[in-house]
Structures are given as C-alpha cells and as structure tokens.
Antibody, heavy 120, light 107 residues
Framework: QVQLVESGGGVVQSGGSLRLSCAAS????????MHWVRQAPGKGLEWVAF????????QYSDSVKGRFTISRDNSKKTVYLQMNSLRDEDTAVYSC?????????????WGQGTLVAVSS | EIVMTQSPTTLSVSPGERATLSCRAS??????LAWYQQKPGQVPRLLIF???TRATGIPARFSGSGSGTEFTLTISSLQSEDFAVYFC?????????FGGGTKVEIK
C-alpha cells in the first residue's frame, strides 16, 4: 500500500531554514508527481508546491515562491522541500501528497505530516 | 489565482438529516473539483473527484454535483462518523487552491 512518511520538521527562528523530506513506498515513485500541502494550526489546507515525476515541471504557491524549493531523488524515492527565509506564517503541519496521475492533481494519498514551528 | 469559497462555514445537522455543502470558484474550473473530509488529528480523506465521482470505498450517501463555478457536496443521511470538516479543491489550473472548509457539526 502507498506510504508517505515526512521528516525534518522542528522549531526554527524567523529567517531560518529547514529541509523537509518525504519518503515514499508502495508505488512506482518515479512515475508520479508529488506535492507539499500545509495546514496551519486550526486552519484550512494550503497547497504549497509540486514537482512532476521527472522533475521537469515545478509549481509553487505565491506565498512561498522564491523562498521554498521542491526537489526529488527518484533513486531514493524521496521528495524534499527546502524552506528558506521562514516567516511566522509558515508555521504549519507540512504533508506530502501523491498526485492521482500525470496532469491530474487531486490527492488520494497523504502523509501524516511534520510540524514546522517558526518562532520570532 | 482561482479563489474557492465554501459555504456555510458551519452547518448544524441532526443525524439522519441531509446536508448540503457549497463550493464556488472565482473562475471556471470545468469539472476539476475534488472534495475531502477531515476529522481532528487525521489527514484529509478523498471523497469525490471530477466533481461527481466517488472515490474508492466512499459510501453512496455522499454525492457531488456541479460544473464550471458552482459545486455541491450532498450527504443524504448523516451518520455519526460524518461529522467533520469538508474541503473542496480545484485542480484545473495552477496554483491549486482549496476552499476554506465547512464544519458539519451535530445539531
């Protein structure tokens, strides 16, 4: 079965950096695009970033563009989110999610998430 | 950016009653609309994709309708396990966007 396990979250000062990882198993990782979605405490869902199966297309929300970078290593079945210049409003649980199929971006499979807390 | 607006924010319903949740897109999204259910401490669960297709294992009491800019999720007869927060999401264009959510609570 599909499993997505995030790691790398923690407490970081405003302006700092973190790198999140999402390890995938149970499917052909190199054939699927991957997303990061976040949820601030008590708030709704916010899509953050996407990377196509081969890394040829990356998309970002306006709120993180220029600060966050998504990447992947298909040999390690892992997707990453490098987060720089962190702000208080980036505090959230960050989950990775698998696309349904190429060019069809809804989410049947999610990880449990990793908490990022930005302190000023 | 396509803004997704859900209404109402909170819906109070008695078990066994029908619940109707709305989702409006600021631009046409064709039928590229998904619905999710989220319970406290859990990840979102896909209910509906393509505006009206139930995901695997989703009970028939959940149905989706609409196209373009207006969408509806209907729960025909609320069960105790259906009290949760529901989100819509458009996947017609980048950036992907979610609605703010509707909390379905016990009346």
């Amino acid at each position: 079965q599909v499993q997505l396990v995030e790691s790398g979250g923690g407490v970081v000062q405003s302006g700092g950096s973190l790198r999140l990882s999402c390890a995938a198993s149970g499917f052909t990782f190199s054939a699927y695009g991957m997303h990061w979605v976040r949820q601030a405490p008590g708030k709704g869902l916010e899509w953050v970033a996407f990377i196509r199966y081969d890394g040829s297309n990356k998309q970002y929300s306006d709120s993180v563009k220029g600060r966050f970078t998504i990447s992947r290593d298909n040999s390690k079945k892992t997707v990453y989110l490098q987060m720089n210049s962190l702000r208080d409003e980036d505090t959230a649980v960050y989950s990775c999610a698998k696309e349904y199929t190429d060019h069809v971006e809804y989410f049947q499979h999610w990880g449990q998430g990793t908490l990022v807390a930005v302190s000023s | 950016e396509i803004v997704m607006t859900q209404s109402p924010t909170t819906l109070s319903v008695s078990p066994g009653e029908r619940a109707t949740l709305s989702c409006r897109a600021s631009q046409r999204v064709s039928n590229s609309l998904a619905w999710y259910q989220q319970k406290p401490g859990q990840v979102p669960r896909l209910l509906i994709f393509g505006a009206s297709t139930r995901a695997t294992g989703i009970p028939a009491r959940f149905s989706g309708s609409g196209s373009g800019t207006e969408f509806t999720l209907t729960i025909s007869s609320l069960q105790s396990e259906d009290f949760a927060v529901y989100f819509c999401q458009q996947y017609n264009d980048w950036p992907l966007t979610f609605g703010g959510g509707t909390k379905v609570e016990i009346k």
